[in-house]
């Protein structure tokens, strides 16, 4: 474990005159494999726990006990959209293309609304409408009691963003780089704000004083004013990453995570306090009574104090990329293993854990979206970014029977870079 405060590390100083563009569409969740895993924050509502799986399945279980009350079967897996709860209904989406209305008591189908597309994000519940977005590239609002469709805008890449409605305001992002406004009693744009990479937030937009904030897979995380659409202040988060997490606000400070593994603390001007390392994917973070709560690829469930500093963590046999939700002085959060798991926040020992059925579902490499490229603007630079050269991390992952995974990255610059100094670094190979 390392952690450290204020500047990048030794090779992260040498890389300064070399940026990161993203060069293909983030399509690893697009690529998620059947199984039982699962992969999303669970809702705890009324003392039950509610989370689909890539089972094809719904699950509701008893919060105290760990046990199964219902369940309900879907025509696919259902990966990253979690369940939301509104007058004992629970909606869900999942790669069946369905938005479903589900009776929270029962289990039983109420109504289903078709797309063309996987519904992977989770839907925004705001008075007696439903907004969600579907890779068919369209945001929908439909009736909330009836399903039937109100209005729909189309984009032009994928819809995997959860959206948030503020006052009159509907705020979500695409596939095409862009964040958009929209009046959500119509369904007309406001204003849009482009970025240099995919936009996918999974949770909730954070919006705070006027402004909205949301990273993109160009690695930076932005302040917007809410009204005009114009930028406030960016955070570069990362270099290679990408970045698909919504910042945590408590006390006036930002908690950002990114897939490089680094959790940051800015100020409201998005200004570094501190930062925590560990060097794999990290996802959503949670405060909860002055503690830092996340996720990680390195199969742990983390707690740090408000100054970064790492206070316990919880192991699993798979990825974490989803927060927990908290309830009762008890953390419930998914795991890549195919459990969903529920632990003591005082005592970090396990209560229980529930299983869904089948082998971990199969997931791509992490990192082979971004290619390397100089920030000098120079013609030789120009001409070298024409080459087409790769910042290329070759990340192997095998899936094994135990939950287990291998990984190896490889950092290597083609040798056009030759008379600019060539970077070529063997990373740790680290079986867990």
């Known amino acids: 474990m390392e952690e450290t405060a204020g500047s990048f590390d030794e090779f992260s100083i040498e890389m300064e005159d070399f940026s990161f563009k993203q060069v293909k569409n983030f399509d690893r969740i697009f690529k998620i494999g059947q199984g039982g895993s699962f992969s999303q924050e669970p809702l705890i509502h009324d003392g039950v726990v509610y989370v689909g799986c890539m089972d094809q399945h719904v699950y509701a279980i008893d919060a105290e006990t760990g046990n199964l009350k219902w369940k309900f079967k879907t025509d696919d897996g259902i990966l990253i959209s979690s369940p939301k709860y509104s007058d004992g209904v629970i909606y869900i989406g999942g790669y069946d293309q369905d938005l479903k209305a589900i009776d929270a008591k029962t289990g039983e189908l109420i109504w289903k609304f078709h797309t063309n597309g996987k519904v992977m994000a989770s839907v925004c519940i705001d008075k007696n409408k439903l907004y969600f977005g579907s890779n068919d590239q369209n945001l929908y609002c439909l009736d909330k009691n009836t399903g039937k469709l109100i209005w729909k805008f189309k984009t032009q890449g994928e819809v995997v963003s959860t959206p948030t409605v503020y006052k009159e305001k509907l705020f979500f992002g695409s596939y095409d780089y862009n964040v958009y406004c929209l009046n959500k009693e119509t369904g007309n744009q406001i204003w849009k704000f482009e970025t240099q990479g995919n936009i996918m937030i999974l949770s909730s937009f954070l919006i705070h004083d006027e402004k909205v904030y949301f990273t993109s897979f160009d690695n930076y995380l932005r302040a917007v004013d809410i009204n005009t659409g114009k930028l406030v202040w960016k955070f570069l988060t990362g270099h290679y990453g990408g970045t698909q997490t919504s910042p945590e606000l408590h006390n006036e400070i930002l908690y950002q995570t990114n897939r490089e593994g680094v959790l940051w603390a800015l100020n409201m001007e998005g200004k570094e306090l501190w930062n925590f390392r560990i060097n794999h994917a990290i996802g959503d973070s ?28 919880f192991g699993t046999q798979g990825n974490l990329w989803w927060r927990p939700s908290i309830s009762n002085n008890k953390l419930y959060f998914s795991s890549y293993d195919c459990h969903i798991y529920c632990v003591d926040v005082k005592t970090q020992r396990l209560v229980w854990k529930f299983r869904g059925h089948g082998a971990p ?22 001409e070298m970014e024409n080459l087409g050269k790769r910042y290329d991390l070759g ?14 990255i490889t950092y290597q610059v083609s040798t056009q870079y030759a008379s600019k100094g060539k970077y070529q670094i063997d990373s740790r190979e680290e079986e867990f």
């Open 361 to 382: 579902s199969y997931a791509p490499p992490t990192f082979e979206t971004h290619e390397l490229v100089t920030k000098k603007d120079t013609e030789e630079t120009k």
């Open 286 to 313: 949670i405060v909860h009574e002055d503690k830092i709560y996340f996720g990680s690829e390195d199969h742990h469930l983390h707690c740090l104090n408000l100054k970064g500093k790492e206070l316990w963590k």
């Open 395 to 408: 990340v192997t992952e095998e899936g094994e029977s135990t939950g287990f995974y291998k990984s190896r």
